[in-house]
């Protein structure tokens, strides 16, 4: 039976033109797929005049056209062709995800509605039968190039949507990793660590959450998406709060007295204050905010209950803190410090071992125990070298020095105001005034910077000892000066508060060269 679009003339089917627009406006394309020449012809005569226009004569030559690239906004298909039909072609287009966009119409003779039911099964939007209508299928095309213009906008600018969140997504990452960093980096400059030691702990703690994620009393916060992540970024926060440590103690070689320590044991604390007092700026809770938290303020707690600041125990401390704490540790035992050689592998994770239940929780020491092979190449990936160690002490001199030295203004302003007092310079003497009200440097300040084992540890400058003896003097001199003044011993007084002056005067030069023994230390 001849096709109802067939016509008496045979012409061969139209070249599509070049162009692609029409003035300004997109000139949409459309593929034409029969396997008549006359049907192919007529189709092209109706639509050329407002589209571009592409034909086929099979549906495998249909498919292979759309494969080399050409883009294709609207396919009227018939059914019935040689080979693959219509309803496979469409089936094929509407499985890949390149083409399944395409709005497909079919064209054809089957007029059942089961035909036309199946054809819209297999996907196609529409269903026009033969013989067609010209002023029907025109406006049943522009109908579905409409409806496919308004997909491929909304598409776009979904497109352009998520592109701009997940730019704004990284620069937030962004900014938060900077964040850490230099934060991480301010307590480096402060500390007796080098910054490798916030690198091997961090490596540490990623690695102890990874065989962790599965066990079941952490797998329900490790395995959680990004935690792991999130842990890695946070853990060099977790000195933070010693920029709020006096240089004194912070960076004090020998062991700490009790006075000091307690001062010590405030860094966790401080830490947390800090970070709450980001969040509160922010007016925000963030979840790497609450796991900073959680590492700078519990990873001192031990497992046993006797670690600080709140003295928790077992399970009340934070998983992060619980990592933290055997990362530290561990890193404390091996690592070469200025002021300490470090532990053979195997002597600090006997340590370890030797602090389940006590230091450490005994399933992160079990964990360790299967890590010790990783834990060593971290430890070597990120040692610290000789260079580093000698940058680290030439710091650590120069905060010393600068650090003694404001101590040893301070005190010479203290004492000197008692002096100029008493020699008639400052006003009237004190009443009460005691010898023992002189302030000594070498009592409440100098001696926390100047000791024998800072002098072997550091090596000290040439400047410290003859300051350390000209105060000595100093304060000695005002003790006398004052049980001068209260005797009435005025020619004493005078001769005494000379040599006082001379000597603060002597030590005025010794600052100096101080000054320069830590420029040349750096």
Same mark, same amino acid.
């Given at each position: 039976?001849?096709?109802?679009?067939?016509?008496?003339?045979?012409?061969?089917?139209?070249?599509?033109?070049? !162009?692609?627009?029409?003035?300004?406006?997109?000139?949409?394309?459309?593929?034409?797929?029969?396997?008549?020449?006359?049907?192919?012809?007529?189709?092209?005569?109706?639509?050329?005049? *407002? /589209?571009?226009?592409?034909?086929?004569?099979?549906?495998?030559?249909?498919?292979?056209?759309?494969?080399?690239? %050409?883009? $294709?906004?609207?396919?009227? &298909?018939?059914?019935?062709?040689?080979?693959?039909?219509? +309803?496979?072609?469409?089936?094929?287009?509407?499985?890949?995800?390149?083409? *399944?966009?395409?709005?497909?119409?079919?064209?054809?003779?089957?007029?059942?509605?089961?035909?036309?039911? %199946?054809? &819209?099964?297999?996907?196609?939007?529409?269903?026009?039968?033969?013989?067609?209508?010209?002023? $029907?299928?025109?406006?049943?095309?522009?109908?579905?190039?409409?409806?496919?213009?308004? #997909?491929?906008?909304?598409?776009?600018?979904?497109?352009?949507?998520?592109?701009?969140?997940?730019?704004?997504?990284?620069?937030?990452?962004?900014?938060?990793?900077?964040?850490?960093?230099?934060?991480?980096?301010?307590?480096?400059?402060?500390?007796?660590?080098?910054?490798?030691?916030?690198?091997?702990?961090?490596? +540490?703690?990623?690695?102890?959450?990874?065989?962790?994620?599965?066990?079941?009393?952490?797998?329900?916060? &490790?395995?959680?998406?990004?935690?792991?992540?999130?842990?890695?970024?946070?853990?060099?926060? /977790?000195?933070? @709060?010693?920029?709020?440590?006096? !240089? %004194?103690?912070?960076?004090?070689?020998?062991?700490?007295?009790?006075?000091?320590?307690?001062?010590?044991?405030?860094?966790?604390?401080?830490?947390?204050?800090?970070?709450?007092?980001?969040?509160? !700026?922010?007016?925000?809770?963030?979840? =790497?905010?609450? $796991?900073?938290?959680?590492?700078?303020?519990?990873?001192?707690?031990?497992?046993?209950?006797?670690?600080?600041?709140?003295?928790?125990?077992?399970?009340?401390?934070?998983?992060?803190?619980?990592?933290?704490?055997?990362?530290?540790?561990?890193?404390?035992?091996?690592?070469?410090?200025?002021?300490?050689?470090?532990?053979?592998?195997?002597?600090?994770?006997?340590? $370890?071992?030797?602090?389940?239940?006590?230091?450490?929780?005994?399933?992160?020491?079990?964990? =360790?125990?299967?890590?010790?092979?990783?834990?060593?190449?971290?430890?070597?990936? +990120?040692? !610290?070298?000789?260079?580093?160690?000698?940058?680290?002490?030439?710091?650590?001199?120069?905060?010393?020095?600068?650090?003694?030295?404001?101590? &040893?203004?301070?005190?010479?302003?203290?004492?000197?105001?008692?002096?100029?007092?008493?020699?008639? %310079?400052?006003?009237?003497?004190?009443?009460?005034?005691?010898?023992?009200?002189?302030?000594?440097?070498?009592?409440?300040?100098?001696?926390?910077?100047?000791?024998?084992?800072?002098?072997?540890?550091? @090596?000290?400058?040439?400047?410290?000892?003859?300051?350390?003896?000209?105060?000595?003097?100093?304060?000695?001199?005002?003790? *006398?000066?004052?049980?001068?003044? *209260?005797? @009435?011993?005025?020619?004493?007084?005078?001769?005494?508060?000379?040599?006082?002056?001379?000597?603060?005067?002597?030590?005025?030069?010794?600052?100096?060269?101080?000054?320069?023994?830590? #420029?040349?230390?750096?």
């Amino acid at each position: 039976m001849a096709d109802p679009l067939e016509s008496n003339e045979l012409p061969e089917p139209p070249v599509a033109r070049d !162009d692609h627009q029409v003035g300004s406006t997109p000139t949409p394309t459309i593929l034409a797929v029969d396997d008549s020449p006359q049907n192919l012809t007529l189709l092209s005569r109706l639509l050329k005049p *407002r /589209h571009r226009v592409k034909v086929a004569n099979t549906g495998e030559r249909a498919l292979r056209l759309i494969d080399d690239g %050409h883009a $294709i906004d609207l396919i009227l &298909l018939d059914v019935m062709l040689p080979g693959m039909d219509g +309803y496979a072609v469409c089936r094929q287009l509407k499985a890949r995800a390149s083409t *399944r966009d395409i709005p497909v119409i079919f064209l054809t003779a089957l007029a059942d509605s089961s035909d036309e039911t %199946h054809g &819209l099964e297999v996907g196609a939007v529409d269903y026009i039968t033969k013989p067609i209508s010209p002023p $029907i299928l025109l406006a049943r095309v522009a109908t579905h190039l409409n409806v496919k213009r308004m #997909q491929d906008l909304l598409r776009d600018r979904n497109h352009s949507l998520e592109d701009q969140v997940r730019r704004r997504a990284a620069q937030a990452v962004a900014a938060q990793d900077v964040t850490i960093h230099a934060l991480a980096s301010l307590a480096e400059t402060r500390d007796l660590e080098t910054g490798n030691h916030i690198r091997r702990t961090q490596h +540490y703690v990623r690695l102890l959450a990874d065989a962790l994620k599965t066990h079941p009393r952490f797998a329900a916060y &490790l395995g959680q998406p990004g935690i792991v992540d999130l842990l890695f970024k946070c853990a060099p926060l /977790h000195d933070i @709060g010693k920029v709020g440590i006096p !240089d %004194h103690i912070l960076l004090k070689p020998g062991r700490y007295t009790p006075a000091e320590f307690d001062v010590m044991k405030q860094h966790p604390t401080l830490g947390r204050e800090a970070i709450e007092r980001a969040e509160h !700026d922010l007016d925000v809770a963030l979840p =790497f905010l609450q $796991i900073a938290k959680d590492i700078v303020y519990c990873h001192h707690e031990k497992w046993d209950g006797s670690g600080y600041p709140r003295g928790l125990a077992g399970d009340a401390i934070p998983i992060p803190g619980r990592l933290m704490a055997l990362a530290d540790v561990y890193d404390a035992l091996i690592s070469r410090r200025v002021y300490k050689a470090g532990l053979p592998h195997a002597a600090a994770a006997a340590i $370890i071992v030797e602090g389940a239940d006590a230091h450490f929780d005994p399933a992160v020491v079990e964990v =360790f125990e299967t890590l010790q092979g990783d834990f060593e190449r971290v430890a070597q990936v +990120y040692a !610290d070298s000789d260079v580093e160690i000698e940058k680290k002490m030439a710091q650590i001199r120069r905060l010393h020095a600068a650090g003694a030295r404001q101590l &040893l203004l301070d005190a010479i302003r203290q004492q000197q105001s008692c002096v100029d007092a008493l020699i008639g %310079h400052g006003g009237s003497t004190p009443a009460a005034l005691r010898p023992d009200d002189v302030p000594n440097h070498h009592a409440c300040a100098f001696g926390q910077w100047y000791d024998s084992e800072g002098r072997t540890r550091f @090596g000290g400058f040439a400047s410290f000892q003859a300051i350390d003896s000209e105060h000595r003097r100093a304060h000695a001199l005002a003790r *006398r000066l004052v049980e001068a003044e *209260r005797a @009435g011993r005025a020619t004493e007084r005078e001769r005494v508060g000379i040599e006082l002056r001379q000597t603060h005067a002597r030590i005025a030069r010794l600052l100096h060269e101080l000054d320069a023994d830590a #420029q040349a230390s750096a």
